[in-house]
């Protein structure tokens, strides 16, 4: 009777409703979802703002380094195969997040909505941290040695003053590269549409 019951409360254990993926995911995993999330919240600024010139200005100009910056750093990553420390990432070890950042800012200021700075902070807080968390650990597993010398000298989203100077295999530049391996051409395209919409709205 002992074994049945053992049975039985496994059989009901196994049975029982599990949490639902997206609630799971979004506590423990959310990084997948980052780039869902900032697409419509850029499509939502760019749908619903009432754009004020100048800060148009302004927000085209951070939206276009934010454009740059992407444009740089993709040039550089081959995905799990080389630690890139060089361009970019020889100043941070998160350049395409910096370059997100200031996309992200320029559409705040581009669409003349207040609150969308805090709901921009909010996103970014949200997401990022636990995302760039990951990304470390796993560049750490794959290139030991090389990637603790690299994050010594680079932070992860703020800037250095000096470029980092290592021994890590040095891919140079491709703009084949940026353009067909990690999309940029397209994400610029629909950014520049995005911003072109909103000078469309300007009274």
């Given at each position: 009777?002992?074994?049945?019951?053992?049975?039985?409360?496994?059989?009901?254990?196994?049975?029982?409703?599990?949490?639902?993926?997206?609630?799971?995911?979004?506590?423990?995993?959310?990084?997948?979802?980052?780039?869902?999330?900032?697409?419509?919240?850029?499509?939502?600024?760019?749908?619903?703002?009432?754009?004020?010139?100048?800060?148009?200005?302004?927000?085209?100009?951070?939206?276009?380094?934010?454009?740059?910056?992407?444009?740089?750093?993709?040039?550089?990553?081959?995905?799990?195969?080389?630690?890139?420390?060089?361009?970019?990432?020889?100043?941070?070890?998160?350049?395409?997040?910096?370059?997100?950042?200031?996309?992200?800012?320029?559409?705040?200021?581009?669409?003349?909505?207040?609150?969308?700075?805090?709901?921009?902070?909010?996103?970014?807080?949200?997401?990022?941290?636990?995302?760039?968390?990951?990304?470390?650990?796993?560049?750490?597993?794959?290139?030991?040695?090389?990637?603790?010398?690299?994050?010594?000298?680079?932070?992860?989203?703020?800037?250095?003053?000096?470029?980092?100077?290592?021994?890590a295999e040095r891919v140079p530049?491709?703009?084949?590269?940026?353009?067909?391996?990690?999309g940029e051409p397209l994400h610029?395209?629909?950014?520049?549409?995005?911003?072109?919409?909103l000078f469309t709205k300007l009274?």
């Open positions: 009777m002992a074994q049945q019951g053992s049975l039985e409360g496994a059989d009901a254990r196994a049975t029982a409703p599990a949490p639902t993926g997206l609630l799971h995911d979004l506590r423990h995993r959310r990084r997948r979802y980052r780039q869902l999330v900032g697409v419509l919240f850029v499509l939502w600024m760019t749908l619903v703002g009432h754009p004020i010139e100048w800060l148009l200005w302004v927000g085209v100009a951070l939206s276009t380094l934010g454009m740059l910056v992407r444009l740089w750093a993709s040039g550089y990553v081959m995905k799990n195969e080389v630690l890139a420390t060089v361009g970019p990432y020889a100043r941070v070890r998160h350049p395409l997040y910096v370059g997100n950042i200031l996309i992200c800012a320029g559409f705040c200021a581009a669409s003349g909505l207040w609150w969308s700075v805090p709901v921009a902070l909010a996103i970014l807080f949200f997401f990022y941290p636990q995302t760039i968390r990951y990304e470390d650990q796993k560049l750490r597993r794959l290139f030991p040695g090389d990637w603790d010398r690299w994050a010594a000298e680079t932070r992860a989203l703020l800037p250095s003053v000096t470029a980092y100077v290592g021994n530049w491709s703009l084949r590269r940026s353009f067909l391996r990690n610029i395209l629909l950014l520049g549409g995005g911003l072109w919409y009274a």
